[in-house]
């Protein structure tokens, strides 16, 4: 039996998602991939723009007697983040995903596959290569960097689009339809780092915390994942009570939008208290495999021997770190009183990096609204403040706010009723959609999103449901046939 992607249905899309996984394209270097598809769209006879920014725009004519559909903007972007397990060696911006087909579902080997926002990514090519598929005038719109600062939906331009209705790619579950999304801000606080010599008598241990499951900040915030940087927040604070034990760095995490899987912290220490360390080390383990079984069934706490760092932190700076990642905001913030069981606002402690002459700590804030992100990042500054950090946001992007009167998604329903016998699921995700962005610059367009099963995003865990993005690409082909008429 064969284990190529390529063998799978519909073989048109899970082919060019096969070659996308073979061009690396994390954030920030999607250029490789792009030239792919510009040459490839050319040599299929269609227009294809590149804006100032790196978004790319295709344009597909109407299938004939088609031509007076609304205009329909099918949407995704180019870039996937890259997570591997720390026991695989590869190089993103080098290497290609390894796809491979486990049962129902394709993972990759070691590394987050991409199938966020590849599927719809290939959806989108797929659509163009088809001349089966009837659709009236079409552009595709692929935007670069979306999972790092969204800066493809920042740069779009006005006017450059002709249609009238959008089609996002970049929803994650089958019989879900997505109305709304988060707006959100990133957070970084810097603390200076004020050095010591290591004592003459002090050897060196280093902790881990390894082997959690993460996932995506936004979709998963209220599964009670543990993170990666809060549970060393907590044994840092425990590890207080140890006077000769002294912290020379810390990190955790490696992006602002996925739950840290993996921290670490390097200390210095007499002999003589190496015992009450692993002690407590020891304990916290326990503690953390009963409150997260279940959730989180394979976290590992480890001390290991290391290096000799050349300074550690003063003792004023250690007790401040530890107190403003411990009181730093993280998780579900407040549910929304309007949509049950939908998260109104989070927070992630997504990153902390030890540099030369600072601590950087970064956050992601979500929100459906601005004044809920306002809010809770009000309090995360107020927490690095106190601990004499200096905290800046960047990056505010405001939120998708749900359109009950929407003619698009009144037709996809219909559709998704007319296809699978069933109703889907309306829903607002708490994820950064770039509809937020796009609402702004064009407010006439009325937008949805969908797509199929992908658990595990933004980690090494990701996979995607086969049969679901069967149902997906139907849904796609179908709603497309039924998009009306302009009305003249």
Known sequence: ??????????????????????????????????????????????????????????????????????????????????????????????????????????????????????????????????????????????????????????????????????????????????????????????????AESVPSDHQAVRLTITGLRGGHSGINIHQNRASANKLLAELLAEI???????????????????IAREASALFTLPSTALGALRQLVERQHVLYQAEFKGVDDFICLALSPADLPNRIMSTDLQHRLSAALLACPHGVMAMSRDMAGVVQSSTNLGVIDTQAEHIHVQCLIRSLNDGGRDKVAAATAAVFRLAGAHCQFSGAYPGWQPDPDSAIMQLLLQSHQQLFGVTPNIKVIHAGLECGLFKAIYPHWDMVSFGPTIQGAHSPDERVHIDAVGRFWQLLVNVLKMIPETKL
């Open 1 to 194: 039996m064969s284990t190529s992607i390529r063998t799978l249905s519909p073989s048109l899309l899970w082919q060019f998602f096969d070659t996308i996984c073979s061009i690396p394209h994390p954030s920030g270097h999607e250029a490789a991939l792009r030239q792919w598809i510009t040459d490839w769209a050319q040599a299929q006879g269609l227009t294809v723009l590149q804006d100032t920014i790196g978004n790319l725009i295709i344009r597909k004519a109407a299938t004939p007697g088609m031509e007076s559909r609304k205009g329909v903007i099918l949407q995704a972007h180019l870039d996937m983040v890259p997570q591997a397990n720390a026991e695989t060696a590869h190089d993103f911006t080098q290497d290609p995903i390894q796809p491979y087909i486990d049962g129902d579902w394709v993972r990759a080997r070691g590394t987050t596959l991409g199938a966020d926002n590849g599927i719809g990514l290939s959806a989108c090519l797929a659509i163009l290569a088809d001349s089966k598929v009837q659709h009236g005038p079409l552009e595709v719109l692929l935007t670069v960097d979306e999972e790092t600062g969204m800066t493809g939906a920042f740069g779009l331009a006005p006017g450059l689009l002709q249609g009238e209705i959008l089609l996002n790619t970049d929803s994650e579950q089958d019989g879900d339809v997505y109305m709304g999304c988060a707006g959100g801000v990133d957070a970084t606080a810097i603390l200076p780092y004020y």
């Open 240 to 258: 207080a009570s140890l006077a000769e034990v002294r912290l020379s760095e810390v990190s955790g995490g490696t992006l602002r939008n996925a």
